[in-house]
């Protein structure tokens, strides 16, 4: 028997259901719906309307009180949520003035942290998830992705990989899996050229058998993969049937050109990327997502958000949050802090944790408000959207529904 209700009534709907897919964007090329209400019928949008009109069909409302703007629900397209422990000490080691290199050579880094990951048990993995998906949720994200990548051995990135499928069916929050087993190379292999091999034999044929992820992800950086040691890895994993992904231009450039060689999805982090890095991704219709958390927490210049925008590109915002470079996990205070400092309209920056992030991810259900997609929207406490933001990340949602359900 399905189910049908209306819910409202809200003071704002912004549906970013009409906004171009790439390029700049003007606050005033929102549509922006007064006095709305949402009909939703198992978990999909049927209508948005005036909510005194949509009132008079009879059905079951959910009323919201006071003032509200209802956005689309958060997509946060570039996570490592999967992980055990912390490093606080790398954290302390670079505001005393060492360089991420510099952590790494002396036993930090990320191989701290797949020390930590390895010993954990998949339950405990699972156990520490949780909590986070938690916090996600109660900031409005209603998706999100979640790597791999700190285990780089067969047990522990299929472990990790599980963790995160049972921590999908554990809560409301929506997950999608990326094998980032490409994030550096372990201490067991000779060279980065034999693990990468090891990943393309043994592990990714795993991987697709129990379908623990459909993505595939490299860091390309120096002290992880160089891009001529990454490109034929990448090509015979999206010969594999894996989407391909690239985080690059952290700190050197190479990975964004890789990236638009090889026609990857995204393009992640883009720090360092330049003019000729953002024409590539523009010329072959891959994604920039940009991390400003892990500017943040190295302290390292912002990516050129305001450039990538300005050339056409489809700029999404994400959070990167791990346990060493990005471990606020703030994903909305970034995103504003980020407008701020690259002069973002209120639209692009909503845009690329809304609907342009649901293209990062192949997700064309959500990311709007609009009639067949999925009934995920977030409601804040005021009356104009453009409060979201101006709070920088202070203001939290009131409401959080997940396939129109009321989860917050």
Partial sequence: ???????????????????????????????????????????????????S???????????????????PGLIDAHTHI?????????????????????????????????????????VELV?????????????????????????????????????IQKARGLQPLQIVSTCLAAHTTPKEFATPALYLEWI?????????????AARVDIFVEKGAFSPIEAKPFLQRAGELGFDLIVHGDQFSRGGALLAAEVSALSADHLEVSEEEDFRALKNNGVIPIMLPGASFGLGIGLPKARLALDMGLP??????????????????????????????????????ITCRAARALKLSDRGEL???????????????????LYWQGGMKPKQVWIEGVARL
């Fill in 315 to 352: 700029l999404v915002i994400a959070s990167d949050w791990n346990p060493g470079s990005a471990p606020m996990g703030y994903l909305l205070a970034q995103s504003a802090l980020l407008g701020a400092q690259q002069k973002l309209s209120m639209a692009e920056t909503l845009a690329a």
């Fill in 53 to 71: 009109e949509l009132k008079k069909e009879g059905l079951k409302i959910e009323e919201v009180e006071g003032e509200s703007v209802l956005i």
């Fill in 200 to 212: 393309l034999q043994e592990l990714l044929p795993k991987v697709k058998k129990e379908k623990l």
């Fill in 127 to 163: 156990q520490t998830m949780l909590p986070r998906l938690s916090k996600m949720l109660s900031e409005g994200i209603t998706t999100c992705e979640v790597k791999s990548g700190y285990g780089l051995s067969e047990e522990c990135e299929l472990k990790m990989l599980r963790a």
């Fill in 82 to 122: 999967c992980f055990a422990g912390n490093r606080a000490l790398d954290y302390a080691d670079r505001l005393s003035g060492a360089t991420y290199q510099d952590i790494s050579k002396r036993g930090g880094g990320i191989l701290y942290t797949v020390e930590k990951t390895r010993n954990a048990a998949e």
């Fill in 370 to 388: 609009s009639p067949q997609k999925r009934a995920d929207f977030i409601a804040y406490p005021c009356s104009d959207f453009r409060e979201i």
């Fill in 1 to 51: 028997m399905s189910h049908r209700h209306l819910i409202g009534p809200f003071t704002e709907i912004v549906p970013f259901s009409s906004v171009k897919k790439e390029g700049p964007l003007l606050d005033r090329e929102l549509h922006i719906l007064k006095e709305g209400g949402i009909v939703v019928k198992d978990g999909v949008i049927e209508s948005i309307g005036p909510f």
